[in-house]
């Protein structure tokens, strides 16, 4: 089930990993290459966010559908040759809806020719028209079997056409609710499926908010509810507030509060847990189940299994059937694999509240996958330091730089450079590259045209 490429992808990864990371419940190289996202494509937005990982050049930038699909392009080239056949990649920059209709679907379109899921990053403030034009060609029929957004909500940010100015998260969630339901038309339609995230940047402001939060998105439609504590990062013109008065902890635990349940995200590690944490489960009605509980040491076991059978398996991009006879005939050949899988489906069954809720559940529709992480961006006064000594190969004696570095070393989430052939960690590329960047691309792409 798994790619030869793939696997040899997967190694390399594991293998580029520093010791420290390489723990049992990692899941960098051994079922996930890690995430990608692109750079330098379309900086500008239309937003006004505090904070704003944009560089203060990026907004004197025009928006340019021919670079950005060409700029697309040569990024996946890379990231292709050099991540393996398949990966999660996010069409982030400015403002993706910024760009003409044609021009977002052509640079996914470009995304998934080699291998990629895209997903788009957006503030989530445009309207039917544009989505249905992304997803349609010009004879109406639907370009793209699939379309994944994350939107970006909360408080921190200013231009919403519906509320420019949130007080409270409360008063963005008839946004959050209608950006949904876009998506439900969409399907209903056109037949075109749908993932949605939902991304929160918290700050002192809005971290007693997070519980409303949870609770006004967990049956909104998204399948994804993504937390970033904000950090010192981007245009320094927009920073507010002490953003490090409160700690990781504080956030997961407000998470936990809007979801009543203990979100178990030592399970799986992505990359470093400064970083990272992910509780994947599922909602039966208002109750939310993890699908793997730390707590559960037969959990761990089906989480080792998984990496060793299943991981770096492109699942999604297997037919459901197909899929689901190339499982049947594992399981037959392995009956105690099969035996795991049964025991672990009753757990969540029981979990969920036992057999009879869960088909009355899933009679009344009200089972939905729901997963929960929280990205912690590091400071760029750390990063700076902490890369330049990285190039030289050196590891600070600063403590804080120097975990910087360690985070940095354990990176999960990467943009190519194809000019260099290098990966680089997001976080250098908003605190380090981008100003720089910018500015070349401002002299490329100039707002007014000569
Ligand atoms: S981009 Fe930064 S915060 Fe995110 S995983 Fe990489 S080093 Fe960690």
Known sequence: MVDAQARVALDRRWAGLPERARVPEQVIGKA??????????????????????????????????????????????????????????????????????????AALQVMERFGRVPMSFTHGDFDYDYLERIVLDEQRRPRLAKISFAAHFDITMRGRRSVPRPRTERDLDQARHDFCS????????????????HNMTVTP???????????????????????????????????????????????????????????????????????????????FGQRWVPLLDDAEPADLQVRDLYYQRFGGANMGATAPALFAVKLARLLIRRPALAAVGVRWLSRVVRRAGGLNRVIGCARRREIRPLTFAMHSFIDADAVGPAWELMRRGEASDDTRVRAAQERLEACVYHMAHPETGELIPACVQHSVLDPAENRTLRSLLPLIQP
Do not use: K
């Open 32 to 105: 996930f290459i890690g995430c990608e996202g692109t750079h330098g494509v379309f900086p500008r937005c239309n937003f006004t966010c505090s904070p704003c990982y944009h560089s203060s050049d990026a907004n004197h930038v025009r928006v340019d559908g021919g670079h950005t699909r060409t700029a697309v392009e040569q990024q996946m080239v890379l990231l292709r040759s050099t991540r393996g056949p398949h990966a999660h990649a996010q069409l982030i920059g400015g403002e993706v809806s910024l760009l003409d209709a044609d021009d977002h679907a």
């Open 182 to 197: 876009m998506f439900d038309r969409l399907r209903s339609e056109h037949g075109v499926a749908s993932f949605l995230a």
């Open 205 to 283: 402001g809005n971290l007693d908010q997070i519980p409303d939060t949870v609770r006004a998105c967990r049956s909104a439609g998204f399948s994804m509810l993504s937390f970033q504590p904000a950090a010192y990062m981007g245009d320094s013109r927009r920073w507010r507030a002490d953003y490090r008065s409160f700690s990781s902890d504080e956030v997961w635990a407000q998470v936990e509060a809007g979801i009543g349940a203990r979100l178990p995200w030592r399970v799986m590690q992505y990359g470093d847990n400064r970083c990272n944490r992910t509780a994947i489960g599922v909602c």
